[in-house]
Structures are given as structure tokens and as C-alpha cells.
């Protein structure tokens, strides 16, 4: 069976159907037993389900290939509510070989696949968990950012009679703005499919939705799930909601107590970690301690260099001291007990055995936690081996850092994450581990249970072709588990502190509080986390804005106190309250009605209407009447006019309410849909004056692409040289229906033409969706733009009652094939092989032989087995932007720019998290020039004459299987750097280029060779193979093959990617927007604005006027303006502009409203 696996977001859906699956473009590479030809033969029939299907369909022979129609194929599966990115309803099993069929195959590649999905939405409102956003976002092929994500729900499960001691940690989490439930043994019921099938319910139902499970007790209080073998115990699958993967829908944790006072110093470790955090010796916030054994000594060799590298990583993050005790030569305890002491952020432990109660070497056990006297200084502790996280035991490694101390004397750790199994394997462990620290460090995932499961996800992505359940990734998935909250912050630097403004009391009735946040050298915080919790009344979360303002609206119909919680990533949270009294008198606001006689008259606020606000207004008092109480209705909005805004409400008395006629006012036509207006009720009696505010919300109609279909008469692609006809489905998900809808097509792409910019839609109601299918658009394509070129077309959109909008989508020039170039990576990289001949680019192979043992001018590095030596490089070579002067040699088949020690065996794939930072690696796999029946040299020269420089790896043995090394097969290929002086690009990077003399890639034990390209950030890369998968425009490794890697692109036409060099440090600042006389344009960037021009289009797409940014710009922070005008210095029109920000081939497109 051969299978095609994918992500895919179907967040916010009820249903996925897939339709349009061209056969044409599914297509795989067969290769023949006998005579080894590579052939593309289109496959039959197509089964989607979540298992393999009954019926099989073979390949056909290749004398029976024949040409197959396009046909559909809608299949309909639910899809769970809730976090919603599945991977449950995206397997495809296109073919299925028949047993008598398998000996004319050795080798079947799926090649390419085309599909198109479409999506049925269900709740808007319903918000994508944290969880998912920071560890899905770079693995999900459609994932769009979310922002401003609020903390979900959180669930506690306690034996009854901990319940009391789980309340302290229980309010905390409340105060920090989690939706936070505790459940007794008792009501959850004790058996582990009890439980189990209470988080599913409450998965399912609960609103906000679940994310954070936390257990509490140890295995005789609450059961895990599972403890079989090879897992042994394991909470793991408690987390596995929906479908039958392996990929989780929530976090989970436990604290393994079994006794009050075990719990209560657990607790008390989560709570003074996260809120009283110890600031009377700042230095450990910066300190870290890597421990690691290469033991047993005959088969161990990677746990030390794996903590070398982790190492490396905290420094560059900006740690100060990153201790190191490794065995051998340490076996001793001391060094890690007095590295604690001192106080450490992260213990960090990497080993090839390991006991139940701790590390075999250095020497470290229970008794040794007992002992330590590191106070509220506490670590989170990753044991990366096997078995010193199997709770099962009586007290296990992990469960003695928890346990350590009491609650005011603690010591030991706040969390252990580490395997209950005895059988976990180096390669998966290194690759976890690696993962877990480039979350934390690169990702900015600083919940623990996140930061946790994105290095499971790391292995996963590693070892694409683990099928069995021993040594797959679904094993570690399992057998590693978290002592601790999965919801701790992490700290990674020494905290800041907050200066915190706000009403310290408050009357009942009162309906908006503001909490302006500021650090401690009062600069305006943006984007802190501001919880105000008012138990049974008030749970709302909020973020400051850039003048660090939160602004909340609720009710207060009791007497009680506030808590406002302020909290940050490195800053110590802010803990403060707010009385909220009972006074003699206090009006505010209570309640309204909306009338729109003169408009559709649907009790909304729609554009262009004229509306009648009429308000009801609360003695909140308790004893005094408000006599000749008078209220005036105000408002900052610029799409609103209050016609009629003072009302007397005459005398109101404690307890009791008052109306008065309507306020009036008129909403402009360009109000969009859920556009927030906020009016100001100033409130006036003989008794006092008061304040409230009323947020009221637009319903308009708003629009969204949903698909488009190209029409030509043939495969449904837009080819090079070809005008065709398209269609644009979109859907109305505005609140409104939308009358006489025409869309203008726009494209600043030179390579595209629109030939009929025109499309009609005619009425569209709110959910509906409409397609100009029967005025289509017409476009064209250049002849010389390149296959796979993306062209991003906006559409904009007009109907009555001078409705607008816009909308966006993107097209894929052509089909990509071996004969194209692949890329670009994020930042521009494209890989040309010999055989994408259609390109001046493309490389030939021209061997270069320069192994002084065959007579060739190099000089030899007598490398070791696994090891690296740095060079001076003969000239400066531009890489990912930056400018290198060194090189790093490995003998494993792979060269890093800059110095480094990592000689990796084990390959990753491209980018990883793992491996070396700044990697060009032509062949990187376990390659040993010193093996006994090698013939091997590793060698380098520079060649003056043609201003390069040349790395050949001359018949090196490849290594198969390293825990029982197998020499196999001699490779010989190399690499060769071109000096940029001499070989300019597009953007000044050096051209790469690797060839292949005598090359066998087939070494499945390593996911075979990974070849490519990667940046120092681990980040970005361009990836030409790894675990034998091949992108469609790479041709597989072969004997006399070239790949040229170039920032040269394949056309001369602009791409659309705005996250390239020249723009990657902008960011843009509009402010006022809307704005009525003129908009600041504030520049932030971190390069120089050399070049940059601004163009800004009217709503129709005609350019209004350019305005270039002044070279003199330099980085930093910089302001030009815009005050309405055309080129010639006419006023222009109310409405939308596009404002263009244009640098080199990119660019960054900003909406604002201009009303004059």
C-alpha cells in the first residue's frame, strides 16, 4: 500500500470535501527490478478514507499506461469542534500493489498530487487554542496566524481527598485568565476509560475549549493509561481526543503525590515558580547545567556532543553560564549537586542507561535530590534516556525532584519530563531533545507542555518511514511523560517588572475598567496579558495595546473584590485588586435598544443607516435618589455622526431604572462588518457625575476567497503563454447581505496580463457564497515565466450602498516536473539539476578532480570518523545574507559555514533543529574516511584561476546501521563554492554547487542522505532530498548528476513572498486609520531603506501616487506621510487606498481609509 500523509487546518469546519483530483497530476516513479528505466505512470483510481481500503488497484504495466479524464471525488467526514488541525481526514491510498506484482518494482516514488479541499465553517467565534498555534504553525500547509489568543480551559482531576490542596494552584491559574475546573475522583469516576472519557466530553462541550489536563496523585490514586510493554506507564493517551493518531489534542500532567503534603509541596514549587519567582540572587535566571554520559563506552557517542549543542544554544540565546559535567571523565555527583545549588534555569541529561531512581553516570540518584539545597531556585528537569521517568515505581527519579522539600523550604525541581520505558534509542532521543530546545529558544514556546510536545513533533518529522511500533515515533510520543504543570511559564531570562495604573476601587454598576502596563523603566508595554477575575461575575482577559492600555467592558451587580493579574513572558507578574462597593448612588449604563426605521429595520447597526439608540440607565445606589439625572452620548469614531446626543432621564431612584427618548446617529456606508464603535455616556445628576461606556458592534456584508477554477479547455492550469478564463468563488461571511456585487481583477505581477477585469455576483445573503461563473475573468500568463511561479491577484470587490472590499488569492503557474528548478526556500534560494536544461542556470556536470592520491592538486584533511576541522576560506562568501570567512569541514558528508565543532552521524532533515547551523550538505549520511576497506580521503583546494573553492569527498565508505556499523558502499562526490566577486547573484549570495562521480543512496537505517541547504537559525532551508522523498522538480541522486543552488531565479518577473531579505526587518506602523487630514507612515526597519518606494492604489487599482523613501534612511525607525493628495496635488476621494511598500522584487501591501 502506498500511502500519501498530509496536514491540513480544518479548524472552524463541520465538513472537508476534497474534490478535483486530477489523475493527470498524480503520478508516481516506478522503478523496474530488471532494467532499473524510471518511468511516470498516472495511477487509476483514487481511495480517500481513514484506513486502507478493501479494494486494491494495482499499478499498471507500463506498456498498458494510458491517458485518464480528470473525475472528482467528495467525500464527507465530520470534523470535531475545538482545536480542529487534523491530519485524520488527509491520508490518501491512490494505489494498492498486488503481492504477484512486487517483483518488477524495487523502488515507487509518489511524485506529485494535485487537490483542492473545501471547507463548510461552523462557529466563527470559536478561538484556535495556544497549543496549536505555537506548535502546528511552521508544519501546516494552510495555517493562518492567530494573535491575541486568550488561555482556554484547564482541568484538574483529584483523588477527593487532595481535593483542598489543589485549590491554591486551582485560583492561581484562575487569576491568570484560565477557564480552570476541578473535578473529584468522585465525579470523573477512577478507573483510567472513566477518565479518559470525561476529558473527551469535556474536550468536546466545554466553551472555551480544553487544553491543559492536569493529574493529581501517583499511579495508586489515578491509574495511567496504559502499562504495557515496551511503554510501560504512560498518561500520554489520556490526550488522545479525536481519530485513531497519535498526534495529541491537549497537554497533559501530573503531579504524582501520594500523600497532602507531597501535593502541597508541589503546588507550592508551580506557584512560586510562575508568581513569586526567587529575585534575591538574579544569576540563575541565566544559568543552565547539561549533564550527559557516553556510557555504555563501547556503543555510546552522541549524548555528550548532543548537550554540547544545547549548550551552544543557550549561550547564543543569551545565558551565562551553561555548566557541563559529562562521563567519562566525571562520575561523581558533586559537580551536579553544586551547579544546582547555585541555582540553575534547565538540568538537561542525556545518557545511554539509566536507572528507575537516576543517572548510572555521573553518578546521580534519589539520594542525591534528597540532599540538594537549591531552595525556590528550582529547575525544570529533561532526562533524556530511558526509565527515569517511569512512575509506576515507588518513587522513581522524576517523581523524587517533584517530592523534594516541602512547601516552605522546597527544593529539587518544579517539573520532570523523562521515559518510562527501558528501551528508548540515541538517534530518536538526541532528536527530541534538540527539539525541545529550539521550541524554547527559537520558537518562543514558552509553556512547558508546548515547548514539551514540539519535540515529540520533531521526531516525528525526522523519521518519516518509522512504521513499527518499537522503534516509531508514536513511541516516544508515549513513553515520555511530564511530572509538573503543563501550563508553566517558563522563565529564559531574569524577569522584569511591571508599574501597573488602575482604579484601586470602584462602585457596583461600574461597566469598563483600564489597566495601563508599563516595565520598570515606565516604557508602555504592548501585548501583556491583563486578567481580571471577579469570582461568579467577572473572567475577562484583555492585551495591552502599543500605549500599553487594556480596556475591558462588564458588569458589576455585587459587592466583592477584582483581582487584576498582569503577566508577561520574563516578566514577574503583576498581582493587584480593586474593591468594588456599594455606594448611596451611582448611574450607569443598564441596557438598550436598537431601532433603524429609516433602513432594513432588522434591529442592527448596518452602514449608512440612520439609527435610533434609545438607553436605560441603573441607580446602582443603595439609598440616595438621583434627581435631574442627564446623560450625553460621545464618540472618537470617524464612521460615526451623532445628530441628537443629550437625554434627561429625570429622577431615578436606588435600585430602580430610567429611560429617555432615542439618541440619533448615522453610521457611514464605509463601516465594515464587526467594526467595534465605542460611545462614551457621560452621565449628570445633583448628586454627582459618572461615566460609562457602551461597545456596540456593525453588521455589514464581508467576503472571503473560497476557490477559483482556471478554464482552458485542458488540464485546469494557467501554462506559460496561455490566456485563459477564470472564475472566483467567494463566500459572504459578513452578518448582511450583499446586493449587485461586481469584483474588479488586480495583479502588480508583469508576468500576469488581465485581459477582462470584470466580474458580476449579483445578490449575495449572509453565508452564501456565489461564483462569476457567468462573467468570467480573463488572463494571461508571459510565455517566459517559469512553472510553479505563485501569482497573488486581489480582487476588489463593490455593491450598493457603496459597499467595498478586497480579497486576495493566489495562482501556480504550470505543472512542476524534474525539468524545472525547485524552490525558492523563504529566502529565495532556488536548486537548478542538470536536467532542468530549459534554464541558463541549470548546471552541467563537469567532475573536478582534485584527490591528490588521483593526482589532483587538493590537499588532504585526514579527517577521523565523525569529526570536523575549520578552514580559512581563500575569500568571503555571502550566505542567507551574512558574509562568512570560515569553513567547517565534517567527514559525514556535509560542510557548515563559520566555525563548528559538530560532526553529526546522524542526519536530519532540512530545516531541523538539529545538526549544524549555516549547512551545505551535498551527501550528509555516516560517512567514515578511515574505514579499514576505504580507500577514503577528504580534500580541498582552491582554485585561483577560477575563483573557487573545491570540497571532493573521494571514495569515502558509507556506514549502514551505526548501533552494529556496516561498511557499505564508496562515495565519491564533492562541492564547490563560487567566489561572489566573481559570480554575482540577484542578491549578492555566493552559487553552490555539488556533483556526484559515484553516489548510492540507500541507507534507510539514517532516513538515507539529506542534501541541501540550511541558515544558522535552523529556520529556513531548502531541502532537495531526505528519507529518499524527492520534492517533483528534483531529480533523484544519480552517478554524474549537478545541482546548482542560486538565488537567481528562474524569470525575471517579481515573486510575492514578502518575507524576503531586503523586507524581513520592516515592520509598519499607520496611524491615525482611518485618518481625515493626513497618515503617518512610521518605518521600523532593521536594514536601510535604500530603494523603497511607496505606492498607494484606490479601491479600483489605479495607482493615486508613489512616494519613494529617502536613501538617507538608515536602520531604525523613520516616518514619511501621506496627506490625501494625487500625484498633481489633488485632494483624492473618501475611501480605501492600498498602500504598496515596494523594496527590490517584494512587497507589503497595508489598507488604509482616507475621509476627508
Request: hydrophobic share 35%; proline share 6%; net charge negative.
Amino acid at each position: 500500500m502506498i500511502l500519501f500523509l498530509f496536514l491540513i487546518n480544518t479548524y472552524g469546519t463541520s465538513q472537508v470535501i476534497i474534490t478535483d483530483i486530477n489523475p493527470s497530476m498524480v503520478k508516481f516513479q516506478v522503478r523496474f527490478a530488471e532494467d532499473n528505466p524510471t518511468e511516470l505512470l498516472p495511477v487509476t483510481r483514487f481511495i480517500l478514507s481513514k484506513t486502507p481500503p478493501e479494494i486494491e488497484y494495482k499499478i499498471l504495466e507500463r506498456d498498458s499506461v494510458k491517458t485518464i479524464t480528470q473525475h472528482n471525488l467528495n467525500i464527507t467526514e465530520p470534523v470535531r469542534n475545538g482545536t480542529g488541525i487534523s491530519t485524520k481526514n488527509a491520508t490518501i491510498y491512490p494505489v494498492t500493489i498486488y503481492p504477484q506484482y512486487l517483483n518488477k518494482f524495487n523502488k515507487i516514488h509518489l511524485k506529485s498530487i494535485e487537490i483542492t479541499a473545501h471547507f463548510t465553517p461552523i462557529d466563527p467565534q470559536t478561538e484556535l487554542p495556544m497549543l496549536w498555534k505555537r506548535v502546528f504553525k511552521e508544519l501546516i500547509l494552510n495555517y493562518e496566524e492567530e494573535t491575541g489568543l486568550k488561555p482556554g480551559g484547564y482541568l484538574i482531576i483529584t483523588p477527593d481527598a487532595f481535593y483542598d490542596s489543589v485549590l491554591a494552584l486551582a485560583d492561581w491559574k484562575e487569576k491568570k485568565g484560565w477557564h480552570v475546573t476541578v473535578k473529584k475522583l468522585s465525579e470523573t469516576g477512577s478507573s483510567a476509560t472513566e477518565i479518559k472519557n470525561y476529558i473527551a466530553d469535556a474536550y468536546h462541550t466545554w466553551t472555551p475549549t480544553l487544553e491543559y489536563v492536569l493529574l493529581i496523585g501517583d499511579t495508586q490514586q489515578i491509574p495511567p493509561y496504559s502499562s504495557t510493554t515496551p511503554v510501560s506507564r504512560t498518561d500520554y493517551p489520556y490526550s488522545l481526543i479525536d481519530g485513531n493518531d497519535f498526534f495529541a489534542e491537549l497537554l497533559i500532567g501530573r503531579l504524582p503525590a501520594n500523600t497532602v503534603n507531597e501535593l502541597n509541596t508541589m503546588t507550592a514549587k508551580s506557584i512560586g515558580y510562575e508568581k513569586t519567582p526567587d529575585m534575591s540572587s538574579t544569576s540563575w535566571f541565566t544559568r543552565a547545567l547539561m549533564v550527559a554520559a557516553n556510557y555504555p563506552l563501547d556503543t555510546m557517542t552522541t549524548p555528550i556532543p548532543t548537550k554540547r549543542w544545547v549548550r551552544e544554544k543557550l549561550l547564543e540565546y543569551g545565558f551565562n553560564t551553561v555548566d557541563t559535567v559529562f562521563y567519562p571523565p566525571v562520575s561523581s555527583p558533586t559537580p551536579i549537586t553544586n551547579s544546582i545549588n547555585q541555582g540553575v534555569l534547565f538540568v538537561n541529561y542525556r545518557g545511554g542507561i539509566a536507572d528507575p531512581d537516576g543517572w548510572v553516570y555521573p553518578n546521580f540518584h534519589n539520594t542525591e535530590v534528597i540532599g540538594l539545597s537549591n531552595g525556590w531556585k528550582l529547575p525544570v528537569v529533561t532526562s533524556i534516556t530511558c526509565w527515569t521517568g517511569n512512575f509506576g515505581q515507588a518513587t522513581c527519579f522524576g517523581e523524587q525532584w517533584l517530592r523534594a522539600g516541602n512547601p516552605i523550604t522546597p527544593k529539587g525541581a518544579v517539573a520532570f519530563f523523562g521515559a518510562s520505558a527501558t528501551t528508548t534509542s540515541s538517534r530518536w532521543n538526541n532528536c527530541l531533545d534538540f527539539g525541545i530546545y529550539q521550541a524554547i529558544l527559537k520558537e518562543d514556546i514558552y509553556d512547558l507542555g508546548s515547548a514539551l510536545y514540539r519535540g515529540k513533533v520533531e521526531v516525528y518529522l525526522n523519521f518519516p518511514l518509522d512504521t513499527t511500533w518499537a522503534h516509531g515515533s508514536s513511541f516516544y510520543f508515549h513513553t515520555y511523560n511530564l511530572l509538573g504543570d503543563p501550563s508553566l511559564e517558563l522563565w529564559t531570562d531574569i524577569p522584569d517588572s511591571f508599574i501597573v495604573s488602575h482604579s484601586s476601587v470602584i462602585p457596583v454598576g461600574t461597566n469598563s475598567f483600564v489597566v495601563q502596563v508599563m516595565n520598570s523603566s515606565s516604557q508602555k508595554i504592548k501585548g501583556a496579558q491583563v486578567s481580571l477575575y471577579k469570582r461568579n461575575e467577572v473572567k475577562e482577559v484583555e492585551f495591552t495595546d502599543a500605549d500599553g492600555n487594556a480596556a475591558f467592558s462588564f458588569s458589576t451587580a455585587t459587592q466583592d473584590t477584582l483581582f487584576i493579574t498582569v503577566t508577561k513572558h520574563n516578566f514577574k507578574p503583576y498581582c493587584g485588586l480593586c474593591l468594588v462597593n456599594n455606594t448611596g448612588v451611582y448611574v450607569g449604563y443598564e441596557s438598550h435598544t436598537i431601532s433603524d426605521p429609516g433602513g432594513n429595520n432588522n434591529g442592527e447597526i448596518n452602514p449608512g443607516e440612520t439609527i435610533e439608540l434609545q438607553v436605560t440607565l441603573k441607580n446602582f445606589g443603595n439609598s440616595t435618589t438621583a434627581s435631574n439625572v442627564s446623560a450625553t452620548l460621545s464618540t472618537s469614531d470617524p464612521y460615526v455622526t451623532i445628530s441628537d446626543s443629550i437625554k434627561s432621564f429625570g429622577d431615578i431612584g436606588p435600585g430602580n431604572t430610567g429611560t429617555a427618548s432615542p439618541y440619533i446617529f448615522d453610521v457611514s456606508t464605509n463601516t465594515r462588518n464587526d467594526h467595534i464603535i465605542k460611545f462614551n455616556l457621560a452621565v449628570t445628576s445633583s448628586q454627582g457625575n459618572w461615566n460609562s461606556v457602551l461597545w456596540l458592534d456593525v453588521k455589514a456584508p464581508e467576503f472571503d476567497y473560497q476557490r477559483h477554477q482556471i478554464l482552458d479547455g485542458g488540464n485546469g492550469i494557467l501554462e506559460p503563454g496561455e490566456t485563459v478564463e477564470i472564475s472566483v468563488s467567494i463566500k459572504n461571511c459578513g452578518a448582511l447581505i450583499g446586493n449587485n456585487i461586481t469584483g474588479i481583477l488586480r495583479s502588480d505581477n508583469p508576468g500576469v496580463t488581465v485581459l477582462d477585469s470584470i466580474g458580476t455576483y449579483g445578490n449575495i445573503a449572509a453565508g452564501d457564497s456565489a461564483t462569476n461563473s457567468s462573467d468570467r475573468f480573463q488572463i494571461s500568463a508571459a510565455s517566459s515565466i517559469a512553472p510553479g511561479h505563485i501569482i497573488k491577484f486581489f480582487e476588489i470587490l463593490s455593491g450598493d450602498n457603496n459597499f467595498k472590499d478586497t480579497i486576495e488569492f493566489e495562482v501556480v503557474i504550470g505543472v512542476i516536473n524534474q525539468s524545472e528548478p525547485l524552490g525558492p526556500d523563504d529566502y529565495g534560494y532556488f536548486a537548478y539539476d542538470d536536467t532542468d536544461t530549459g534554464y541558463p542556470e541549470a548546471p552541467s556536470y563537469n567532475w573536478v578532480e582534485i584527490d591528490p592520491e588521483l593526482g589532483g592538486p587538493g590537499d588532504s584533511l585526514s579527517l577521523e570518523n565523525d569529526e570536523t576541522k575549520t578552514l580559512d576560506l581563500p575569500f568571503n562568501f555571502k550566505f542567507y545574507g551574512q558574509w562568512y570567512d570560515k569553513v567547517s569541514i565534517c567527514s559525514n558528508g556535509y560542510i557548515a559555514l563559520d566555525s563548528t565543532w559538530i560532526a553529526d552521524m546522524y542526519n536530519w532533515h532540512i530545516p531541523a533543529a538539529g545538526g549544524p547551523p549555516l549547512l551545505i550538505a551535498p551527501f550528509w549520511d555516516d560517512l567514515d574516511p578511515t574505514a579499514t576497506d576505504s580507500s577514503g580521503n577528504v580534500c580541498y583546494w582552491y582554485d585561483a584561476t577560477n575563483h573557487r573553492y573545491v570540497v571532493e569527498y573521494s571514495h569515502v565508505q558509507h556506514i549502514h546501521d551505526p548501533t552494529n556499523p556496516t561498511p557499505a558502499e564508496l562515495q565519491t562526490f564533492e562541492l564547490i563554492l563560487y567566489d561572489p566577486q566573481y559570480y554575482p547573484t540577484l542578491t549578492g549570495d555566493g552559487e553552490i554547487l555539488f556533483q556526484y562521480k559515484e553516489i548510492t543512496n540507500d541507507d534507510q537505517w539514517h532516513n538515507y542522505a539529506s542534501v541541501g541547504i540550511e541558515n544558522r537559525e535552523h529556520t529556513i532551508g531548502l531541502e532537495y532530498t531526505y528519507a529518499d522523498i524527492y520534492p517533483d522538480a528534483a531529480a533523484p541522486l544519480a552517478d554524474n548528476r549537478a545541482i546548482k543552488f542560486t538565488t537567481d531565479p528562474p524569470d525575471s518577473f517579481p515573486g510575492i513572498t514578502e518575507d524576503t531579505q531586503s523586507l524581513r526587518q520592516l515592520e509598519i506602523t499607520l496611524s491615525p486609520n482611518p485618518f481625515h487630514k493626513q497618515i503617518n507612515i512610521k518605518l521600523n526597519r532593521g536594514l536601510s531603506a535604500k530603494g523603497m518606494v511607496v505606492h498607494i492604489y484606490d479601491i479600483t487599482g489605479r495607482l493615486i501616487k508613489s512616494i519613494p523613501v529617502p536613501d538617507s534612511y538608515s536602520p531604525g525607525s523613520h516616518s514619511i506621510f501621506w496627506d490625501g493628495t494625487d500625484q498633481s496635488g489633488e485632494k483624492s476621494g473618501s475611501g480605501v487606498y492600498f498602500l504598496n511598500f515596494v523594496g527590490k522584487d517584494s512587497k507589503i501591501i497595508k489598507k488604509v481609509i482616507f475621509l476627508p
